[in-house]
């Protein structure tokens, strides 16, 4: 979907259906003819993602996770290997998750996971640039310590991870999770968006904030 200045692709990826995210510039293509982009969260098996990034002839700025639980991290190797060097972004409450599998969860899970470290870690309010989009970094704790919404308001747009779905939200009974929070970072950085923003969820189809702020039965305004 092109939207006001950028292209999102969705992946659906591994076994739990995680949506994963390639995010590009949707403006006028650079000198070189090679448009840049952003993989957001890379699941298990992310090689539709990576082919549809090779076969656009994309040049990725960066492998950002919302956050690092094993769902959201277990292709990151795979993501790095076919673009070597490319920077990782995660925010800086997880960085020591990436490599932990007892804190990303995927031991919990039986297959351990970890990912690259972090090349850069993220706080809330950080602004991100893509070609000429620019991006806000919303911490949104709760479905973890480190989860993070990138908001786009130029592009009326934000992805935000396990935070908030279409009618529902990011499980909060993992170590590390807590509903309080979740429901805070939804009322105080979710909910505070416009109402037409279309939200890019981590599972499950987009929606946008005026609706679930309307029907969503698990946070009221």
Request: glycine fraction near 10%; aromatic fraction near 8%.
């Amino acid at each position: 979907m092109t939207k006001k200045g950028v292209t999102i692709h969705g992946f659906e990826l591994g076994p739990w259906g995680t949506n994963c995210y390639v995010v590009q510039d949707a403006g006028p293509a650079p000198a070189a003819g090679r448009a840049a982009c952003w993989i957001v969260d890379a699941s298990f098996e992310p090689e539709p993602l990576i082919d549809h990034v090779l076969h656009q002839a994309l040049v990725p700025e960066a492998l950002i996770f919302t956050h690092a639980h094993l769902d959201h991290i277990a292709g990151a190797f795979d993501v790095r290997q076919a673009f070597p060097g490319v920077p990782v972004l995660i925010h800086e409450a997880e960085e020591r998750w990436l490599n932990d599998p007892e804190l990303n969860l995927s031991t919990g899970a039986g297959i351990p996971v970890t990912a690259p470290v972090a090349t850069r870690l993220l706080k809330d309010g950080d602004a991100l640039t893509l070609g000429s989009s620019i991006w806000r970094v919303l911490h949104v704790p709760g479905h973890s310590p480190g989860s993070v919404a990138l908001w786009c308001e130029g592009s009326g747009v934000v992805l935000g991870g396990d935070a908030l779905f279409a009618g529902s939200i990011g499980r909060t009974d993992f170590p590390g999770c807590s509903f309080k929070d979740l429901e805070r970072s939804i009322r105080t950085k979710l909910y505070t968006l416009p109402d037409e923003t279309i939200v890019y969820p981590g599972h499950g189809p987009a929606t946008t904030i005026g609706r679930e702020k309307r029907s969503n039965p698990f946070v009221r305004p």
